[in-house]
Each structure stands twice: as C-alpha cells, then as structure tokens.
C-alpha cells in the first residue's frame, strides 16, 4: 500500500510539475508584446517595468478578450476562475496600462497609483494564481522596476512646479498657485456664476448649491433646486473642479462648460427651459452685450458662450496653499507628527490609490462597494443616482462606479458620499476603509490619525483661507 500511494503520490508531482511546465511556456508565448517600434524599446527604466506586468501576465484577469489558459473551460474551475476574473476587472483594468508602454505614452495618475498600491502591499499577484504560475511570483527586485517606473513617470509628467524634490515622486502633489485663464472670460463667467436670471424663476444661481463660503457645496444631503425640489444627489465641490478629468458624480460632463449647462435647464435645479430665452433675458441689459463683446469678440449671447464664461470662471476656484501644499514644497514643520503619520496611512492604507493627483481625487471612476456590500448595508431603495457612471455607459462593467471625489477642503464639504449618507468625516474614513479597500477595519488611533491629515488639505482662496471665508 505504502509503495502505491508513493507511487500515486510522485505521478502527481510529475503531472502537477508537467502543468506548471506547459502554463509557463503559454504565459510566455501568449503575453503581450511591445512590437518592433515601440519608444519604451529605448527606455531601460519603462522596459524593466514592461517586463514585470508581462511575466506576471497581469492580463488575465485585469483585461477582456485576453487568450486564457486550459483551466479556465475546465467544467467546475471555469466558475471558480471566472469569479477571479469578475472581480479583476472590477478592481482595475490594465488594457491603459499596456497601451502605454506599446505607444511610450504616459498612464493616468490613476493607473499608477493603483499599481503602487498592491506592489506597496504585496497583493499581486495572488497566492493561488502562484501555485500554477511560478514564474509570475514578484521579487523585490522587480517590485521596485515597477516602482522605479513609477516615479519616472510622476517626476517627468506630473510633479507640480515648487514641489519639494524628496515629494516629486509622491501620488498627491501641490495645487499650483494659478492657471492661464482668459481675465475677460473670468469677468464676465463670474457675473453669470451669481446671477439668478439663468434659474427658471428667478430665484437661483450656480451659488446657491455651490457657496463658495461653503467649501464649495450646499451641505444638504442632497441638492435643494428650484420651488424647493430636492434632487436625487448630494453636491459635489465647485472648488478645484478643473482638475477632474470629467464632471458630476457619474462624469457625464466632459468638460466644465458642459457641466456649466446641466444645472441650469435640469427642472430639478435651476429649471429654465430654454438657452434661448435665457441668452435674451442677457441681451436685455446692455453690460452683458459689452461683457460678451470683450470676451468673445462679438456681442452673440448663446448656450455655448455663456458656458465658456462660467467654465473660465470655475478655473479661478482653486485652492492653493494648504498646509500640506506647503508641506510637500518643503516646509516640513507644516504638518505635526500625528498629521504625518495619517498621511502615510492615508497611503498604505490604499486611499491613494485612487485619491490621487493634485485633487487628491476626480482621476477615475471607482465601484462603491469594491470590497464589501455598500449598498445592500446601507439600506433603502437603489435609486438611478445609485447606478453611477452605468447611468452614461450602460455597460455592466460600470455599475454603482462613481467619479472618485476630490479629497481638498474634505473638512468643509460634509455630509460625504454621492448620496449623502455620512455626516462626519471620521465615519467617512471608516466606511471608505470597510468598503473600499482590503484592511476593513481600522483603530480609533488610526482613523484619527488619517482625519487629522485630512483636515489639513482645506486651502485658501484669493489669498484667504477657506475657513475663514466663511467667518
């Protein structure tokens, strides 16, 4: 019996170590490639980096239509792995990613803080997926070619001007202290932003849900509109808005002057019905007329330009000068110790991982929920605002995915979340710790830690603190 199962036993090796042989020889001819013209050819660091996504086969289950080994249609296995895959392209797709290296572009802030993230922790590429793919397990030797990688790209294409040399590498940069802006434009978008002639009755403006001695926002859970209707979502931060690769909570705006003109024909926000008759309600007042001759050239007043003025006018709304803005040019007594300490939570954690960029947000969509069941705790009807970016795309894929919000002046901008659920930033930290990111639960201590970093994003504006401003 013994010399049987011995037998039974080594037969098992062999063919276990005859799989693992036959999946390394597939991951290898059936990876993707760089082509013969591909410029990260000519870059050692982009190359090393190339490689390691390429040997870990990253694509399987963060990419579509990618060739699958045998396993995956084995009856029984295909369901088990197929969830594996599911839940790969929820978290992150890495198509972006390997078309950059293909054509030497430059990925998203995003996209490189998500790699970041799991080389930081270790996540990648999981354990089960190593007992048949030996070759794909990371050494640290390659986990710092991606990080290497990594901080070529921030330094190169998005370390702020005035960034401290030991942060131009770090997944949140500074808010430059100004944009190029057209000062007519400005002039004339500012008017419009506080004027209550673009609302159906008369009585609203872009001011009322976005006070800018507010944060930015109304603090209402959800957006209060026209003859006291309240709208299906809470209101995002008009404040550094022009760092959002897209606008609203579903991004269904391109741009800011695009979402310049949805509030104000929506019957539930501003209510009017019609640009034309909103163009000549302006033309009745002959400052307007000379307003839009100074900024445009000629004195037409329509949707496309009224749009522009108010979009030229949101670029203004940034908020420089944090006391982590001056922390990472350098003053590295702007923050205490407890405040340091939340910040590099805030990123082994995983928040940076999609709270990135100078905005610490707006880069990306993300799924609500991606790591625990947010709406099904939450309770109470799923709405269409639930539905997230769905709502434009109509694919599956992006269900319950919300523009990942803008972290500055985070302390202001209470009650959190699309639908407005949370009212202290304290409950934000633990819930977004619980549903969005694998370590589910944090200390009193740590939370309080990370609040502590939070609070000091609130900026200034034109020259004033925003705390201030609504003294």
């Not at 792995?81 to 802030?109: C, K, W, Y």
């Not at 004195?299 to 000068?321: G, H, M, N, Q, V």
């Amino acid at each position: 019996m013994r010399k049987v199962i011995l037998s039974v036993a080594a037969l098992g090796c062999v063919a276990y170590g005859g799989v693992v042989g036959y999946l390394t020889h597939f991951d290898h001819e059936t990876a993707p490639n760089l082509g013969t013209h591909s410029p990260t050819l000519g870059n050692p660091t982009a190359l090393a980096a190339f490689n390691v996504i390429r040997e870990a086969r990253c694509d399987y289950c963060h990419a579509r239509n990618t060739d699958l080994p045998f396993y995956f249609h084995v009856p029984v296995a295909n369901q088990l792995m197929q969830r594996d895959l599911d839940q790969g392209l929820r978290h992150f797709r890495i198509e972006p990613v390997i078309e950059a290296f293909q054509n030497g572009t430059v990925p998203s802030e995003e996209q490189l803080a998500r790699i970041e993230e799991v080389v930081r922790q270790n996540r990648m590429p999981p354990t089960l997926y190593l007992l048949m793919h030996w070759h794909a397990h990371m050494s640290q030797a390659q986990r710092d070619a991606l990080l290497a990688w990594i901080a070529d790209e921030r330094r190169a294409h998005y370390a702020t001007p005035g960034v401290s040399a030991q942060f131009a590498v770090e997944p949140v940069q500074p808010i430059p202290e100004t944009l190029p802006v057209d000062d007519s434009k400005v002039a004339l978008g500012q008017r419009l932003f506080f004027d209550k002639q673009l609302s159906g009755n008369g009585t609203l403006n872009c001011a009322s849900c976005h006070g800018l001695d507010r944060g930015g926002v109304d603090g209402r859970v959800t957006a209060l509109g026209i003859n006291d209707q309240h709208g299906p979502i809470n209101v995002p931060t008009v404040y550094d808005a022009v760092f959002n690769q897209s606008q609203f909570w579903n991004g269904r705006a391109a741009t800011l002057a695009d979402q310049a003109a949805g509030p104000v024909m929506n019957p539930l926000e501003m209510g009017s019905h019609d640009w034309g008759q909103v163009a000549d309600a302006l033309k009745q007042d002959p400052t307007y007329v000379a307003a839009f001759q100074a900024a445009f050239g000629s004195d037409d007043i329509t949707k496309d330009r009224i749009t522009a003025a108010i979009a030229e006018y949101e670029k203004t709304l940034i908020t420089p000068d944090s006391r982590f803005d001056r922390y990472l040019k350098g003053d590295t007594q702007a923050l205490n110790a407890q405040e340091k300490n939340g910040y590099a939570l805030f990123k082994s954690v995983g928040c940076s991982g999609c709270h990135t960029g100078v905005s610490l947000g707006g880069q990306a969509f993300e799924v609500m929920g991606l790591e625990g069941n947010y709406f099904a705790d939450r309770g109470g009807k799923v709405t269409d605002a639930d539905e997230g970016r769905y709502t434009v795309t109509h694919s599956d894929d992006d269900r319950e995915r919300f523009k990942v919000p803008n972290l500055r002046n985070i302390a202001l901008t209470a009650p959190y979340f699309h639908d407005g659920s949370v009212k202290t930033l304290e409950q934000a930290v633990r819930e977004m710790a619980r549903y969005q990111t694998p370590d589910h639960d944090l200390s009193d201590h740590d939370v309080a830690d990370i609040v502590a970093f939070l609070q000091t994003l609130t900026g200034t504006y034109q020259g004033r603190m925003l705390t201030d401003a609504a003294q």
